[in-house]
């Protein structure tokens, strides 16, 4: 152990180097920003790269000064075509949760948290263990060979976990709302991932739009099934939402279809391809430490998850737009200045970690990442993304104790937000 591993710390035996050779030429390497002041302008990205972990931390927290309207834009500005695609399903993404700044925040928040309390994501634990298990179990007629985890893992068990907890049917075997099959689902969730945070030229952004279109479709029907039936899902506790003051003055009218819609957008993306993406990053680095085997115990496996979350994040940096004039580090920054906060640069910043690029178990102010934000619009999600990603360490460890990656030179997902390798290659042993 190194003389600056915090007191009661042990490394896990990988750091941030772990991923390095595998990280794909021609894009922004990781590390890029820690030789930078904080903020500098990111040519590529045309935003202020905030990467200090004190600045991320403020600007997460001054909501007023730091607004969060930018945070669902798309980044490439979309053709006119392609918002003609867009428009002829009534597509929009009005203020609701993560680009809202406004005073409906709050209640929509709420309205959310409900289903996603703690005691829901213990009670969903069980049906993620079932998944991940039978999973692990059907691997092991694959043992002799090098097997993609990815699609037996990671791809859809998140989704399946999210529309459970949400009461929102997806399944062909389910009746009553529109079904769609798991693969559609994927399809218009990483599409569309790729047409809001991703480099789409005008060819690709018509092929993208048409999915988010589709999927934009399909979510209104599953909004109005809800309403008519009052099934209990969250589209229809968000139809019930009221706006009104502790008064009971009444001060706007209830969710449009539009608003429920929106919601029902940004989560389905968000609320699983974030997860599944930390899961592929997460096995790379399990599967490389020499402690791999151990991850059968829970601290461990947690540990484990907290520390790729603080260095290596799968929404590696999200945005916010400055309001008024705000000096951060050498600059001021001026209203209408937009700001890229590097989530995984924060959790790499020296000064706020020490030997910040070793992962290491038990080390001091392991919650104190930025990767699920921090304040008023924190992830909703995060303890359940966590608890996702700990079972499925916990499981493959337990499963195939002597398994090893496979899988050198990963293809990444590479997007303004969002980045994880696509595959993670793996002998079971
Ligand atoms: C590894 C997985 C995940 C990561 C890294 C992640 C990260 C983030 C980040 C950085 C934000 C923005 C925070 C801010 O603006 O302050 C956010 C917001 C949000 N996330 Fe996640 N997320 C993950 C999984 C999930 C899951 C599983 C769900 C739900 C099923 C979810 C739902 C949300 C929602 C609804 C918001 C908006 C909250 C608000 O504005 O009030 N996320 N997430």
Redesign the pocket.
Known sequence: MSATTPLGATPLGVTTDTLAPAWPAGLTPRDDSSSRPSPFFDERAGLWRVHSNAQVKQA?LDITTFT?EN?LLAHTPLSPAALRILTRVGFALPPT??NNGGPT?TPM?AA?MTF?SPHRVRATAALASRLIDSRCAALRSASAQSVDLVPHLAWDI?ARV?FDIIGVHHSEHEVGAPAVPMATFKRWSQDSLELFWGWPDSQRQLELAEQAAEFYAWLRQQVRHARETRDGSLFDALAQLTFTTRGGETLRGPMTEREICAVGYF?FI???E??CQ?ITTLLHYALNSPRWAEFTDPKLATDLVLEVLRTD???HT?RRRVSRPVQLGDVTLQPGDEVLLD?AGSGRDASAWPEASTLQAGRPGLRGHQ????????????P??EMEAVLTVQALARVFPAARLDDPAPEWLNLLSFRAPLTARTLLG
């Open positions: 997460f969060p945070a949760l993560a925040h928040r959310l996603f998140p999210m989560l968000a609320g699983q974030t997860t930390l994040t799968p929404v999200w989530l990767a699920f934000g921090t304040g008023i619009h924190r992830c909703v999600g995060a359940l993304a």
